[in-house]
């Protein structure tokens, strides 16, 4: 989608640190981390805008973003466990409107 920065990082317009990349999914290191490890999990595709649009339609995809956080949870040192958080919506401070997971590891304060 035009105008879309994950899209445009997906298109390689934009550059980031990749950590991982399928032909579904794509994870790199968040540009302002929140916590000492902070990857955002993309679907390429910008298929949905948040995951308060997520159907029936997309269990594959979303199983399949889950099974790729946990390998790089695995990969990224971050055996004392992680996080998974995803914004919808204006009310949770959702910034970018492209289906994302923020993995955050190492030592995290409580959720807000
Ligand atoms: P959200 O607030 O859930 O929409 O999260 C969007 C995230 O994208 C924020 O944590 C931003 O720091 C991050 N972000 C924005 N632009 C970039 C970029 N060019 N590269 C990496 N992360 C980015
Ligand atoms: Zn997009």
Do not use: W
């Not at 445009?8 to 490890?37: N, S, T």
């Not at 997309?58 to 990224?76: N, P, R, S, T």
């Not at 995803?86 to 994302?100: F, S």
């Amino acid at each position: 989608m035009d105008n879309c920065i994950f899209c445009k990082i997906v298109k390689g317009e934009i550059p980031c640190k990749k950590v991982y990349e399928d032909e579904q999914v794509m994870a790199f290191y968040d540009v302002a981390p929140a916590a000492p490890v902070h990857v955002l999990v993309i679907p390429k595709e910008h298929i949905l805008e948040s995951a308060r649009a997520v159907t029936a339609e997309h269990a594959a995809l979303i199983g399949h973003i889950y099974q790729v956080i946990a390998k790089l949870a695995d990969e990224l040192g971050l055996e004392g466990g992680y996080r998974v958080v995803t914004n919808a919506g204006p009310d949770a401070g959702q910034t970018v409107l492209h289906l994302h997971f923020h993995l955050l590891g190492g030592k995290l304060g409580p959720m807000a």
